[in-house]
C-alpha cells in the first residue's frame, strides 16, 4: 500500500490536495536543503523547485545524504532534483501524478518577483546573511510566506514569516560578526583567530584591489601594500623566460619582510610583550624553515591523521605551501590581480592554501598552537562544523510548519492565489517561532514561541509597497520614469533610488550635467531593471518618506484591461502605480496637508470590499483614512 494513501488518511483529501497542488520553492540544497526536500517528497508534495549554486564537495558527503562520490563536482540543485524525483517514484503508486521536480542552478539574488510569484510558498535553507534578506524582501513585496530556518552545530532555528503581520528577518537585525581589534591582529596576536583574520587581510591586501596612496582603504594592513604587493607593470613587460624568476623572488622576499624582519622589528619592543606577560615574536628565515631547525613538537602536535587536511603541518611545509599558493595564483590569475575579481573564497583551493600556511607561520612568530587546514577553513569561513541530525530535526519542523500555514488556509477557505486576512490571522496564532538547543531549557530542547508581530519600525516590512506596471525597459529613460512617474504620483520633490543596493538617482546627482545629459537620459534597460525589479525610494524632504517599489513588465493590452486601477500616460508610454500594502509609515511620512495637496488620481489605490475595508480600517486607520481620501478624489 503506497504510504500516500496512509497520509490522506491522516492529514484528511481537502489537505493532501492541496498539498499535492502546492508550489513550493526550496532556496539552498545543502545539509538542510537535502533533508527538506526529502521530507517534502515524502509527505506528498509534487511540485518543488530547488534553487542553488554551489557544487558538490566531498566534504559534503558525510552529512548531505543525497549526495554521493560520484556527484562531486556536480551541482547541488541538479542532483537533488534528480534523486528526489527516484524517491518519489519509489513510494509512487500506478495512477498517481508524476513528481514536478525542479533544480535550478543559480544564485537567488538574480531572480526578482516576477520569478518568486509562481510559488505559494518559499522555504529557506540558506547559510549566509545577505541572501537571506534578499529572499525576505523579495517574498514581502510578492506576498508570499516564507520559512526560514538556520543551524549552528547542535543549535537551529525555524523562523515562519507571514507577510506585513509578523516579524520579519530584518525586524531585529542578526548580531554583527564579532570583529578583533587592530592592534591585536597587527602586534600581539594569541589566538588562531588572531593570525587567519590577519592572513585575509594580507590576501586583500596582496591580490585585491588596490588602491592609490592618496585613498583610503578599510584594510588594517594598508601600510605593508608596497612591500607585498607584486609590480604588475614590470611584470608584463618582462620576457616568458625572465618572468617565472621575478615572481620567485617576489615570493621569497615578501616572505623574508612578512615573517622574518618585520618581527624581528616588533620583536624590539620587549616591553609590550613583557607587560602583556606574552612571549617575544619570533622569526623564521626562509632557509631555515626549508632545513627544518624550526619543527617543535610543543607547537606542532603532529598525529597520523589519514586526511591530509586534519593533520597538522610542518613550518617546513607550510614555508613550500605560502610559496606555491602565491605562485599558482599569480601564474594563473595574472590579469585578475588588483581587481575585484580576487577576493577571499574559503571553498577555493589556491586561496585557502595561502590563508592556512600564512596564518600557521605568523602564529609559529607568536607561540600560537599551529592548525590543521581543516580547522583554519572553518575558522576563516566562520565556519561551525554541521550536525546531521540537527538538520533533520529542523527541516522536519519547517514542513510541520508549512502543513500548519496549509490548514490555516484550508480551514479559512483561502485558495493559494487569493489569500484572506482571516488565514493570514489565523496562521500568527498556530505557527511558531521554533529554537532547536544544544542544553534543554526546562526538560526540553525544542523550544517554540509565539510569532512575534512585526516591528512597526522596521525599513522592509513596515513601510509601503508600491506597484508600477509598465510595458517596456526599453522606452522608459531613467529621467522621465523617476520624474514623470514616481516624483509625481508619490508627491516627492527629491527622491533618491537605489536598485540593488547601488544609487542610481540621488538629488545631489542633479546638480552634475554630465550626469543629466548622459546617465539620466540612459533606459531602464541599461540601469539593469528586469521585470519584478524592487527599487527602494527615500525623500528625506517630505519627512522620513521611504518605499518599495515593485515594477513589473506587460503588454499594453493587459494593462488597458486593469479594471481596478486607472491607466496613465507619458509621452506615449502606458502605466499604471498603485499602493499594494500599508503600513503606519506612511502616516509618518505624509501629514493631512501633503495629502490635501493631491492632484487628480495621480496615487491610485486598488479597491476593497466593504467587509475588507472595514478590517482595514480597523487596523490601520490613518492608512485608511488616505486611502479614502485617494478614492474620493477620483470620484
Request: with cysteine; aromatic share 8%.
Amino acid at each position: 500500500m503506497s504510504p500516500f494513501k496512509n497520509l490522506k488518511e491522516i492529514l484528511g483529501e481537502d489537505l493532501f490536495f492541496k498539498i499535492n497542488h502546492a508550489n513550493i520553492l526550496v532556496v539552498g540544497a545543502g545539509g538542510i536543503g537535502c533533508e527538506l526536500v526529502k521530507n517534502l517528497v515524502l509527505c506528498g508534495f509534487y511540485n518543488i523547485t530547488i534553487i542553488d549554486m554551489d557544487g558538490i564537495d566531498i566534504s559534503n558527503l558525510n552529512r548531505q545524504f543525497f549526495f554521493r562520490r560520484k556527484h562531486v563536482g556536480m551541482y547541488k540543485s541538479t542532483v537533488v532534483a534528480s534523486e528526489a524525483k527516484k524517491l518519489f517514484d519509489r513510494y509512487h503508486s500506478d495512477g498517481e501524478d508524476s513528481a514536478n521536480i525542479v533544480g535550478i542552478v543559480g544564485n537567488i539574488m538574480d531572480y526578482s518577483t516576477e520569478f518568486f510569484d509562481k510559488f505559494d510558498f518559499v522555504l529557506n535553507a540558506l547559510d549566509n546573511i545577505s541572501a537571506r534578506s534578499y529572499v525576505n524582501k523579495v517574498c514581502l513585496a510578492s506576498n508570499i510566506e516564507l520559512i526560514d530556518s538556520g543551524s549552528a552545530g547542535y543549535n537551529g532555528q525555524v523562523h515562519p514569516i507571514i507577510p506585513r503581520i509578523s516579524r520579519c528577518y530584518e525586524c531585529y537585525p542578526p548580531p554583527t560578526p564579532k570583529s578583533f581589534p587592530v592592534c591585536t591582529i597587527r602586534s600581539v596576536p594569541d589566538k588562531p583567530q588572531h593570525t587567519v583574520a590577519w592572513s585575509k587581510y594580507l590576501f586583500e591586501i596582496i591580490f585585491g584591489v588596490r588602491h592609490n596612496e592618496n585613498e583610503e582603504s578599510d584594510n588594517i594592513l594598508s601600510d605593508l601594500s608596497k612591500k607585498v604587493q607584486i609590480d604588475l607593470n614590470h611584470l608584463k613587460q618582462l620576457e616568458n623566460s625572465e618572468t617565472d624568476e621575478f615572481i620567485k623572488n617576489y615570493i621569497l622576499s615578501m616572505f623574508d619582510f612578512l615573517f622574518n624582519s618585520e618581527i624581528t622589528s616588533l620583536a624590539k619592543n620587549e616591553d609590550v610583550y613583557i607587560s602583556k606577560h606574552k612571549k617575544i615574536p619570533v622569526p623564521i628565515s626562509w632557509d631555515g624553515a626549508l632545513r627544518g631547525i624550526y619543527e617543535n613538537k610543543d607547537l606542532n602536535s603532529r598525529e597520523n591523521v589519514e586526511n591530509s587536511e586534519q593533520s597538522v603541518p610542518s613550518i617546513k611545509e607550510n614555508a613550500e605551501l605560502f610559496f606555491k599558493s602565491v605562485y599558482r595564483i599569480i601564474t594563473s590569475r595574472l590579469n585578475e590581480i588588483g581587481t575585484s575579481t580576487i577576493c577571499f573564497d574559503k571553498d577555493d583551493k589556491d586561496s585557502m592554501d595561502f590563508i592556512s600556511a600564512a596564518s600557521n607561520l605568523r602564529s609559529y612568530n607568536f607561540h600560537i598552537p599551529l592548525q590543521s587546514r581543516w580547522a583554519c577553513q572553518s575558522i576563516a569561513g566562520s565556519i561551525i562544523p554541521a550536525v546531521a541530525s540537527t538538520n533533520a530535526i529542523v527541516s522536519g519542523i519547517q514542513v510541520v510548519q508549512l502543513l500548519l500555514m496549509l490548514t490555516s488556509r484550508l480551514k479559512c477557505g483561502a485558495e493559494s492565489s487569493d489569500i484572506h486576512d482571516s488565514a493570514r490571522n489565523n496562521m500568527i496564532s498556530v505557527n511558531r517561532f521554533v529554537w532547536i538547543r544544544s542544553v534543554p531549557v526546562g526538560r526540553f530542547i525544542i523550544c517554540p514561541e509565539e510569532l512575534e508581530k512585526h516591528n512597526t519600525k522596521c525599513l522592509i516590512c513596515s513601510q509601503v509597497l508600491v506597484k508600477i506596471k509598465i510595458c517596456s525597459l526599453d522606452r522608459w529613460l531613467l529621467k522621465e520614469f523617476v520624474e514623470g512617474v514616481i516624483s509625481k504620483n508619490l508627491k516627492l520633490s527629491e527622491p533618491s533610488i537605489e536598485l540593488n543596493g547601488r544609487c542610481i538617482w540621488d538629488p545631489d546627482l542633479l546638480q552634475e550635467e554630465q550626469f543629466l545629459n548622459s546617465s539620466s537620459q540612459k533606459s531602464l534597460s541599461f540601469w539593469k531593471f528586469t521585470d519584478g525589479s524592487i527599487i527602494s525610494i527615500t525623500d528625506f524632504s517630505c519627512g522620513k518618506f521611504q518605499c518599495d517599489a515593485v515594477i513589473s513588465v506587460c503588454d499594453a493590452n493587459r494593462l488597458k484591461s486593469e479594471k481596478e486601477l486607472q491607466t496613465h500616460e507619458k509621452n506615449g508610454e502606458l502605466y499604471t502605480i498603485s499602493i499594494e500594502s500599508t503600513s503606519s509609515c506612511l502616516s509618518n511620512n505624509h501629514n493631512d496637508s501633503d495629502l490635501s495637496e493631491s492632484s487628480d488620481d495621480e496615487v491610485l489605490s486598488e479597491q476593497e470590499s466593504p467587509e475588507q475595508d472595514a478590517k482595514h480600517k480597523r487596523r490601520n486607520p490613518n492608512m485608511a483614512e488616505a486611502k479614502e481620501f485617494i478614492s474620493n478624489k477620483r470620484r
